[in-house]
């Protein structure tokens, strides 16, 4: 009976989860559509996604975050946001760990989630990691993106990793990107995402949310070949606080 009841709560627990990611988007749909309609007006709609479906987001599921700062982000500079991804919450809690606006490189197939997919697809820079015609235009619309004053966000391990692996290997992609445009990596750890809501789906449950923002890594001096020793020290920084 208990391990029924344990069941349930979890079940219950995701759909609560989807109730909030969608109420706050019906509610706001004019004004997050008015935002989306030109790029000039995308500041007002990461003010929206911020402040308002985050964090419901976030406290709705008693996912109350606390951020740490080792360095911070200086208003109106752009930067490469980069962090371990294991649950659907990293979106809203890196939302939370940066009020200068960026925009999410992410994959194409989120388009297909309901009423989320219509924004994801508008305002986020989408990438088909099976086409190399997709994975270089990335780089054209990221740069016209900074060029607006705004930052960059990748998980660049390229996907969910499986259960049992603490940190995924990295891609070059945001590391290629933040040489070429010269703009500092920002590292972060997400510590308690996966434990809180993970994609096993009779999982989580609430709790702290913690994310550490490292020292950044300045890229000014640094060209495409050291793009990999950059990946694996941004990567080292992360694994260490995941195992620490």
């Known amino acids: 009976m208990l391990k029924l009841l344990r069941k349930l709560g979890y079940i219950l627990y995701r759909i609560w989860f989807y109730i909030l990611v969608t109420v706050p988007i019906l509610i706001f749909f004019p004004f997050l559509l008015l935002t989306t309609l030109s790029e000039k007006t995308y500041?007002?709609?990461f003010w929206l996604a911020r402040n308002i479906w985050a964090?419901?987001?976030?406290?709705?599921?008693?996912?109350?975050?606390?951020?740490?700062?080792?360095?911070?982000?200086?208003?109106?500079k752009s930067y490469m946001?980069?962090?371990?991804?294991?649950?659907?919450l990293d979106i809203m809690l890196m939302l939370m760990v940066s009020s200068n606006p960026f925009v999410f490189v992410g994959k194409k197939e989120l388009v297909k989630i309901p009423i989320f997919g219509f924004f994801y697809k508008r305002?986020?820079?989408?990438?088909?990691?099976?086409?190399?015609?997709?994975?270089?235009?990335v780089y054209r619309r990221a740069q016209r993106r900074l060029?607006?004053?705004?930052?960059?966000?990748?998980f660049p391990e390229g996907g969910v990793p499986e259960e049992n692996i603490i940190l995924d290997e990295f891609k070059d992609g945001a590391f290629k990107m933040a040489i070429a445009h010269k703009i500092p990596i920002v590292p972060i750890t997400f510590h308690d995402n996966k434990k809180r809501f993970s994609f096993t789906f009779l999982s989580g449950g609430?709790?702290?949310?913690?994310?550490?923002v490292h020292q950044f890594f300045e890229t000014g001096i640094l060209a495409e070949e050291d793009k990999s020793t950059l990946r694996e020290e941004v990567r080292k920084i992360i694994y260490k606080n995941l195992t620490s």
């Open 43 to 45: 500041p007002q709609f």
């Open 55 to 76: 964090r419901t987001i976030l406290y709705g599921m008693g996912c109350f975050p606390k951020i740490t700062r080792e360095q911070q982000l200086i208003k109106g």
């Open 81 to 88: 946001l980069v962090a371990n991804h294991t649950s659907m």
């Open 123 to 137: 305002v986020c820079i989408l990438v088909d990691r099976e086409n190399i015609k997709s994975r270089t235009g």
């Open 147 to 154: 060029d607006q004053g705004l930052s960059i966000c990748i």
């Open 206 to 212: 609430p709790g702290r949310v913690r994310a550490t």
